[in-house]
């Protein structure tokens, strides 16, 4: 049994052996995890939601370190939960991002939570938002998920996420190419990485040319311009200023009511995902389909028949038997 009152308190033991009990799929754990789940959901809701991505080696767990370093100078506390690539053998991590993050690690402030992404899409782990809640529950007042990297469906961090940030590398127009349009317009900040010496006139550059093309993407909210800025991680530059901007960004989704909307929306998507994650879960542990998947899989693979046909033929199958 979890500990209320200690993980009420932020002790973090209590905290990642409750995530720990959530990521379980054992029945008995997962009715657990929901009747904890209910009794915390009261005190959960009180931080900002902070999605952060970019392409690998962009510095991302340096830009954490920085400013959970930052934010806990300023009297706040920082939960990071920071989803790596899984193992297709083990199923682990990795990265391991708590190994990249020594110094924000031990400090009592900070909250660090690698985990691997599993089969799960966009690059977040199925358990993520009950994460969220539980590092909301135990006093954090910022939540960073680190997602795996650009590449994969962000759409699904931005939809849990209050502030969605992306990070790019210093380079020139052509860059600009190679940039998905899709994560250009779930950006509420663009960050420059790494402008620092040679590098710093390119991350100039690249921050007029990234801010050129946001004007011809439609901003996700009405009052608020994307900006574009330029920091360094590791030397500890532009943080402050990052910090401000997310600052004020909570402030003009507050002052315009829109900060409640999306909290609403966080929740009825998550809905969804849990749904579609349920019907799945049934739907593959049901013995008659077990059965029959096998066939039809050979079936499939032999071409003979087409997949689109069989899929309609299990789900047919699984929904007159319930």
């Known amino acids: 049994m979890i500990d209320i009152e200690l993980l009420r308190k932020g002790d973090r033991k209590t905290l990642a052996k409750a995530i720990t009990l959530l990521e379980s799929s054992r ?8 009747k904890l789940l209910t009794d915390v959901s009261v005190y959960s809701g009180n931080s900002i939601r902070i999605g952060l991505t970019g392409v690998p080696g962009v510095g991302k767990s340096t830009l954490i370190e920085a400013l959970g370093k930052y934010v806990i100078s300023q009297g706040y506390r920082i939960a990071v939960l920071a989803v790596d690539p899984s193992s ?3 199923g682990g991590s990795i990265l391991g991002d708590k190994t990249r993050m020594q110094t924000l690690a031990v400090d009592p402030d900070a909250f660090i939570r690698p985990t691997p992404a599993g089969s799960s899409m966009g690059g977040v782990a199925r358990r993520t938002r009950e994460s969220i809640v539980l590092c909301e529950a135990a006093g954090f007042d910022v939540i960073v998920v680190e997602t795996v990297g650009v590449g994969q469906s962000e759409t699904l961090v931005s939809e849990m996420t209050d502030l969605f940030l992306l990070m790019l590398l210093p380079g020139g127009g052509d860059e600009l190419q190679g940039i998905k349009r899709g994560i250009m317009e779930l950006a509420d900040i663009v960050v420059i990485n790494k402008a620092d010496g040679e590098l710093l006139a390119r991350a100039k550059l690249s921050a ?3 801010q ?3 004007r011809l993407i439609k901003p996700r909210h009405h009052h608020w311009q994307v900006p574009v800025m330029t920091a360094s991680a590791q030397h500890n530059t532009g943080i402050k200023d990052l ?8 402030e003009i989704l507050r002052v315009d009511n829109q900060f409640d909307t999306d909290r609403k929306n966080q929740a009825r998507n998550w809905l969804w995902v849990e749904t579609r994650e349920l019907l799945l879960s049934r739907f593959r542990e049901d013995a008659q389909i077990k059965q029959a998947l096998e066939n039809l899989q050979q079936q499939v693979m032999d071409g003979e028949i087409l997949p689109a046909t069989a899929a309609s033929w299990l789900v047919s199958e699984f929904l007159d038997k319930s």
């Open 27 to 34: 029945k008995d754990h997962r009715a657990e995890a929901e």
């Open 212 to 214: 050129q093309a946001l």
């Open 243 to 250: 910090w401000d901007k997310v600052g004020e960004f909570r």
């Open 88 to 90: 297709t053998l083990s």
């Open 208 to 210: 007029a040319d990234v």
